[in-house]
């Protein structure tokens, strides 16, 4: 009996873990989609970009070219690939309703708990992706989301 109620634990546990991992995949699904694509594919997918600009990171080895999208999606490059996404506090989903502007509680009800929490910053494990993919959600001082960066977590 204590070990079939240790397995319907550890189940129960796992399923909620697994619903969490899922619902958090669902809110940024069509994003996290962007990582990975080639310059031609970007194109193709999201049209011309409005602006190209560098930007240099935390690292002086760490500089980027970035895609600026008038709907406010940037793509970070390296070696000729997507490896980051943002989108910034002016996106707007237009699949549905966009996560911009809820605070820190409300994404957590819709994603559930994160790997990682701090003041202004929760961290979610996406799903692999043949690499290991991460979504950083930034929010200001009235703890409302701002920025929402996927990016590869092994690079």
Do not use: C
Request: charged letters at 25%; hydrophobic letters at 45%.
């Amino acid at each position: 009996m204590k070990r079939y109620l240790t397995v319907t634990v550890f189940l129960f546990v796992f399923s909620v873990f697994l619903h969490s991992q899922e619902t958090a995949f669902t809110a940024v699904a069509p994003y996290s989609d962007l990582l990975g694509l080639t310059p031609e594919a970007a194109i193709e997918r999201l049209g011309v970009p409005s602006e190209m600009f560098s930007f240099r990171g935390d690292r002086e080895d760490l500089d980027n070219v970035v895609f600026f999208y008038a709907d406010h999606i940037y793509l970070f490059w390296l070696d000729n690939r997507v490896w980051q996404v943002r989108l910034d506090e002016r996106f707007t989903d237009p699949e549905g309703p966009s996560l911009m502007g809820l605070t820190s509680q409300e994404i957590i009800r819709i994603m559930g708990e994160p790997v990682h929490r701090e003041v202004g910053l929760l961290l979610y494990d996406l799903p692999d992706r043949g690499y290991p993919v991460r979504g950083a959600l930034y929010f200001d001082e009235e703890n409302h989301l701002m920025d929402l960066y996927i990016y590869r977590s092994d690079l």
